[in-house]
């Protein structure tokens, strides 16, 4: 299974970036898609989540509103738009992958992950 994450960058509070995650190796109908994040000295920490078919999101409450995760089953991508960024978003962004514990927010749970993406959130 390989996840490549993409698309994180530098951008000022208020801007907008879209991340992307290439899935290969896995059957990727049969995954939820999930990304997370992980600030310098703090743990890695849920960010949002899209079901099987993609009828089906979950947010953390701090990106509610804000981000908005999507998938693209004929291309094997999952995305994560982000809008109205704070400096707080600041993190390394990862994609992950896990078959059946919809609703579940524990990195335990995903199987699979990608490499990470830095986004930087400049005040």
Same mark, same amino acid.
């Given at each position: ?14 801007g907008?970036?879209r991340?992307?995650?290439?899935a ?17 000295g703090?743990?890695r920490?849920?960010v #949002?989540?899209?079901?099987?078919s /993609?009828g089906s999101t979950d947010y953390?409450?701090s990106?509610? *509103?804000?981000? =908005?995760?999507?998938?693209d089953?004929a291309?094997n ?12 978003d600041?993190?390394?962004?990862y994609?992950? #992958?896990?078959?059946?514990a919809? /609703? ?6 995903f199987?699979?992950? *990608?490499?990470g =993406?830095q ?5």
């Amino acid at each position: 299974v390989q996840l490549q994450a993409s698309g994180g960058g530098l951008v000022q509070a208020g801007g907008s970036l879209r991340l992307s995650c290439a899935a290969s190796g896995l059957i990727f109908t049969s995954h939820i898609m999930g990304w997370f994040r992980q600030a310098p000295g703090k743990e890695r920490e849920f960010v #949002a989540a899209v079901s099987w078919s /993609g009828g089906s999101t979950d947010y953390a409450d701090s990106v509610k *509103g804000r981000f =908005t995760i999507s998938r693209d089953n004929a291309k094997n991508t999952a995305y994560l738009g982000m809008n109205s960024l704070k400096p707080e978003d600041t993190a390394v962004y990862y994609c992950a #992958a896990q078959r059946t514990a919809w /609703g579940s927010r524990r990195t335990a749970d995903f199987g699979s992950w *990608g490499q990470g =993406t830095q986004v930087t959130v400049s005040s």
